[in-house]
């Protein structure tokens, strides 16, 4: 009998985060999410830019006001997982990823949480090189999937 209580009590324990889990919908929304600011790095790559006449001069760029550097917005292929659909949008300052923004996610607490970590990672590596965040494997493998078409289609 004096085993019966805390079994009782560590079954309801473990059996109430089962009853609360809520399995994404299948549906996705769309999501802006702003990128950390990199104004250090963005400043000493921008000072340069000036004596650079060609980084200025792409066809499809709007020009940045703080600096002669034009952004070229690019987006990535939209990847269907299992959780839901993927898509990025990243922009270059020159050859430089200044940010990436996610167009479709899917609607779950974990890729909510991933895709922070996945933008971070992403402006520190300036590539599609980054490692998936645990627990939004799915969505980080359909993320940098995305970030490389993205990276491929900039050219």
């Known amino acids: 009998m004096k085993r019966a209580l805390p079994v009782l009590a560590l079954s309801i324990a473990g059996l109430v985060p089962l009853w609360r ?11 802006e999410v702003a990128a950390p600011a990199s104004t250090p790095s963005s400043s000493s790559s921008s000072s340069p830019s000036p004596s650079s006449p060609s980084s200025s001069s792409s066809p499809s760029s709007s020009p940045s006001s703080s600096s ?8 990535g292929s939209t990847v269907n997982t ?3 659909a993927v898509q990025v949008e990243v922009t270059f300052e020159g050859d430089k990823i200044s940010s ?3 167009l479709q996610q899917p609607n ?6 991933a895709v922070p970590k996945l933008i ?21 493998d359909g993320y940098v ?10 050219g």
């Open 108 to 113: 779950h607490p974990q890729t909510t949480a």
């Open 68 to 75: 002669a550097a034009a952004s070229r917005v690019v987006q």
């Open 82 to 84: 299992s959780k839901g």
């Open 145 to 154: 999937t995305s970030l490389q078409a993205a990276l491929d289609a900039k």
């Open 21 to 31: 889990y809520a399995p994404s919908s299948g549906t996705t929304t769309t999501t």
């Open 120 to 140: 971070q990672e992403t402006l520190q590596a300036q590539s599609a090189d980054i490692d998936s965040v645990s627990g939004a494997t799915i969505t980080s």
């Open 100 to 102: 990436v923004r996610m």
